[in-house]
C-alpha cells in the first residue's frame, strides 16, 4: 500500500504543471552507470545477461530524482518480465544533439493492440496479473511523465515472445 501511494505522490508531482522542479545539469551516464551497479544482482539473481553500453558523457537538464525513477522504473519491467536466461540492455547513445537512452529486454512482449494503452495509469496487459506480482500499474505512466517534464520524447517497439525496447529521447544540454 505505501509502495501505491508513493507511486500515486510522484505522479501527481510530474504532473502539476505549476511545479517548477529542480533542474541542473547532471551526467546520464553517471546516473545510469550507479543504476547499472544497484541491478546488476537482482539480474544476476535471475539469470538475465544484464549488460550497459554507454556512448555518450553529455549532460542534460534534468531533476536527477526523476531520471533514477525513470531508469529504475524500466528495468524493473525488463527484470519482472524476463525470463531466466534471457538478456537486457541498457544503452547510452548520442544523436543530433539529444541523449538516446534505450531498455530492451527479450522478454515476454506486449501485444501490438495493447501498445497505445501502456502509458495509462493503472492499465495492465495481462488482466490476470495483480499488485501481488509486483508493481502498481503506475510505473509506466510515471516514466511518461517523466518524460514529458524533461522535454523528451518516449516511443516503445514490441513483439510478443521477442521483447520489448523503450527508447527515450532527451535534449542534450549544449555548452
Not at 509506466?140 to 529521447?169: C, D, M, P, R, Y
Amino acid at each position: 500500500m505505501s509502495d501505491l501511494a508513493r507511486d500515486l505522490m510522484l505522479l501527481a508531482k510530474m504532473e502539476t504543471p505549476y511545479l517548477v522542479l529542480e533542474m541542473k545539469s547532471i551526467n546520464l551516464a553517471n546516473i545510469m552507470k550507479l543504476i547499472f551497479e544497484e541491478f546488476k544482482e537482482s539480474f544476476e539473481l535471475k539469470s538475465i545477461n544484464f549488460k550497459q553500453s554507454i556512448n555518450s558523457d553529455k549532460a542534460i537538464l534534468a531533476h536527477e530524482e526523476s531520471i533514477r525513477a525513470l531508469i529504475s522504473n524500466l528495468l524493473q519491467n525488463a527484470l519482472r518480465y524476463t525470463d531466466s536466461n534471457g538478456k537486457v540492455s541498457l544503452t547510452l547513445n548520442e544523436k543530433a544533439n539529444h541523449l538516446i537512452l534505450i531498455v530492451e529486454d527479450s522478454g515476454i512482449g506486449i501485444p501490438h493492440d495493447n501498445l497505445p494503452y501502456i502509458f495509462n495509469r493503472f492499465y495492465r496487459v495481462d488482466k490476470s496479473r495483480s499488485r501481488a506480482g509486483g508493481g502498481s500499474g503506475l510505473g509506466l505512466a510515471i516514466v511518461k511523465a517523466i518524460v514529458e517534464a524533461h522535454n523528451g520524447t518516449i516511443k516503445v517497439e514490441s513483439t510478443v515472445n521477442v521483447g520489448t525496447t523503450f527508447t527515450v529521447s532527451f535534449p542534450a544540454v549544449i555548452i
